[in-house]
């Protein structure tokens, strides 16, 4: 199999666009978010404004790369920012028992935390934001048996 009959295969796989997907968005939250600690901003300044602009870049290349959608809907913004809401809150618990409770590195709790959070943006992502629900088997009337 040649190179690029190898790079088209991944590029098949939603799970390798959203890795993808993941690293060049973790590239431009964490640029600029040193790039406003650069200018001299508040930490909570440069982290919330970075996450805001990190969710946007997410959402336009998770919605349209990633997941293939280009219907427009308020409610699936809506649910792709609350995936975020809860992946961000379930991080911070992680790393405050790691970091405050078990004395863990700051560096080795975020990395542990990250790993918890794909996987849990990935579903979310998949499963509710964009509406790729699994599908259910219908009965047949006539005698009861799951049909497709």
């Known amino acids: 199999m040649r190179l690029n009959d190898k790079i088209k295969n991944l590029y098949k796989d939603k799970k390798i666009r959203f890795l993808f997907v993941g690293v060049l968005n973790t ?41 293939g959608k280009t219907a427009r809907s308020f409610k699936e913004a809506l649910r792709f920012v609350s995936v975020y809401v809860v992946s961000y809150l379930i991080s911070l618990l992680l790393q405050y028992l790691m970091i405050d409770k078990a004395g863990m590195s700051a560096y080795i709790a975020g990395l542990i935390s990250l790993v918890f959070t794909t996987v849990i943006s990935y579903v979310g992502h998949n499963f509710y934001s964009f509406g790729n629900f699994p599908k259910k088997k219908e009965k047949s009337k006539e005698n009861g048996e799951n049909i497709k």
């Open 27 to 67: 590239a431009v939250g964490y640029g600029l978010y040193a790039l406003f600690i650069f200018f001299g901003w508040h930490y909570i300044v440069a982290q919330t404004l970075s996450t805001l602009i990190g969710v946007a870049h997410s959402y336009v290349w998770n919605k349209y790369f990633t997941f």
